[in-house]
């Protein structure tokens, strides 16, 4: 079955530190690939995606992802973070000639000044 | 202001209750889509709609009824729900796939 997997469920971060977050997916053909996040009380908002040609996609807010076929995976990374970006971070996948977007179960990012 | 609107932004209902979520789109897109997101759980694609004509209906119980008329808007009749229906519902639109917008959403109670 097509799936979409977040290892990292709550992240805890200083200011300033690194970020990555982690997602898998399972099924091996072609993908559209996306980072959502969710502000408190804000709603969804897509922050970067792939389609094809070069693997590292760059988004809004100095988010970056990287896209790695061989381990079917995209994850999302930032050299570093800041209080504001304190959010839930969904990576989702759309499956070729499906209308179906797949989302991982979240990730919570919790970044301390 | 997103682009995508949904109406009510918070509901409480009865379980015996009927009442419908709206959702319109001013991005011009070809698609729309209801979600349902729960506390812990990913989100759940409900039905997509492309060019009004429904192409997805992700095994949605019966109480849950889509309804689009036209490309810009987006309806989700409910009757007798139950409790374990209470989330948030998402409507999002898009255009030949190249990333969804969401709206607000819905945060739905069902006593």
């Known amino acids: 079955a097509q799936s979409v997997s977040q290892h990292n469920h709550h992240v805890i971060l200083s200011e300033a530190a690194s970020l990555e977050l982690g997602c898998n997916y399972s099924?091996?053909?072609?993908?559209?690939l996306f980072w959502y996040v969710q502000y408190p009380g804000q709603h969804l908002q897509l922050l970067l995606k792939y389609f094809s040609g070069d693997p590292l996609v760059k988004g809004i807010k100095g988010f970056e992802a990287e896209f790695i076929k061989s381990k079917f995976s995209f994850n999302l990374r930032k050299p570093s973070v800041q209080w504001s970006d304190t959010a839930e971070y969904f990576c989702a996948v759309k499956f070729y000639n499906t209308d179906k977007l797949i989302f991982g179960t979240g990730t919570r990012l919790q970044v301390f000044p | 202001e997103t682009g995508v609107t949904q109406t009510p932004r918070h509901l409480v209902m009865g379980m015996t209750n009927k009442k419908s979520l709206k959702c319109e789109q001013h991005?011009?897109?070809?698609?729309m889509y209801w979600y349902k997101q729960s506390a812990k759980k990913p989100l759940e694609l409900m039905f997509v709609y492309n060019f009004k004509e429904q192409t997805e209906n992700n095994s949605v119980p019966s109480r849950f009824s889509p309804e689009c008329p036209n490309s810009s808007h987006l309806f989700l009749h409910l009757h007798t729900l139950q409790p374990e229906d209470s989330a948030l519902y998402l409507c999002a639109s898009s255009q030949d796939g190249q990333g969804q917008f969401f709206g607000p959403g819905t945060r739905l109670t069902v006593l």
């Open positions: 099924y091996g053909g072609t993908v559209n």
């Open positions: 991005l011009g897109h070809n698609a």
